[in-house]
């Protein structure tokens, strides 16, 4: 088992490495970002109702939030049913300790590519927004521990939903509920400019916490009077990012056992002969 665990480590820092050193995947990363910059920078001089404080500046930390929940959840879920479909995971599950290794390695490339997607976004805009992460050390350890707690919450969850996809076209499946959740969780606009009812509905799911806490961690003190109860609510964003790592530990392994059972030679082939018949 210690040897499965090192050697995931050691195949998630090789598809890492491989997934930046790659042109096509580095600017699928970037353009997106680009244009995400752009946008934000568009909303720089509209401020939150009620204050001075530039509007694309209080979004950004929701923008991380947001990048951080895909990363985990989309992410790794896709990377799943991908590997499911060209026979990567029938070979995991032929190896002794291979399912081991491969989602420790599948967690640890996946950490570390939303690492970089935060740094792709908070880099820039330390230089194009006042007022982010004016509160020194306090401001990075709470970022930190948003991170961890986050990244926890997301990657099972994005684990049992890749089980659960039948193929990568299935993802679409995924992605729509993602970003209709988008739109009601606070990330370009306050919360509490919603209905009520919307609020309780971003409030359930992880993406409104994550941007509470990058909120929390980057904004000024004085911003958390724009949010529910106008606090930080940080014992809140611990619980209920908690309450979805606890879910997603519990859920995970017993779909990824069943995952892994109904693989078989014949089962791979049979996705690929169907792969072909829509091709031709």
Not at 203 to 221: E, H, K, T, V
Request: hydrophobic fraction near 55%; charged fraction near 15%; glycine fraction near 10%.
């Amino acid at each position: 088992m210690t040897t499965a665990v090192r050697l995931g480590v050691r195949r998630g820092w090789i598809e890492f490495r491989q997934t930046v050193t790659n042109a096509e995947d580095v600017m699928g990363a970037i353009i997106p970002v680009a244009i995400l910059l752009v946008v934000l920078v568009f909303m720089r001089d509209a401020t939150v109702p009620g204050t001075t404080f530039s509007l694309g500046a209080t979004a950004v930390p929701g923008v991380l939030g947001m990048s951080l929940v895909y990363s985990g959840m989309v992410g790794i879920a896709a990377w799943l049913s991908v590997d499911r479909e060209d026979g990567t995971l029938l070979r995991a599950k032929a190896t002794p300790n291979g399912m081991v290794g491969y989602l420790v390695g599948k967690v640890c490339a996946t950490s570390a590519s939303a690492v970089l997607m935060l740094l792709l976004v908070l880099v820039p805009s330390l230089f194009l927004f006042e007022g982010l992460a004016t509160g020194g050390a306090r401001a990075w350890l709470t970022l930190l521990w948003v991170l961890a707690v986050g990244l926890l919450a997301t990657l099972p969850i994005g684990a049992a939903l890749g089980s659960l996809a039948r193929s990568p076209r299935s993802m679409g499946l995924i992605m729509l509920p993602f970003m209709a959740l988008t739109g009601v969780s606070g990330v370009f606009y306050p919360i509490t400019a919603l209905p009520e009812w919307l609020q309780w509905v971003g409030q359930a799911f992880p993406i409104y916490w994550m941007g509470l806490g990058m909120r929390s961690a980057l904004l000024p003190d004085t911003m958390a009077a724009v949010e529910i109860g106008e606090s930080w609510r940080h014992l809140e964003t611990l619980g209920v990012l908690g309450v979805w790592a606890v879910l997603g530990f519990a859920l995970a392994p017993a779909l990824l056992r069943r995952m892994a059972r109904r693989e078989s030679g014949s089962a791979v082939a049979a996705r690929r002969e169907r792969a072909m018949q829509r091709v031709s």
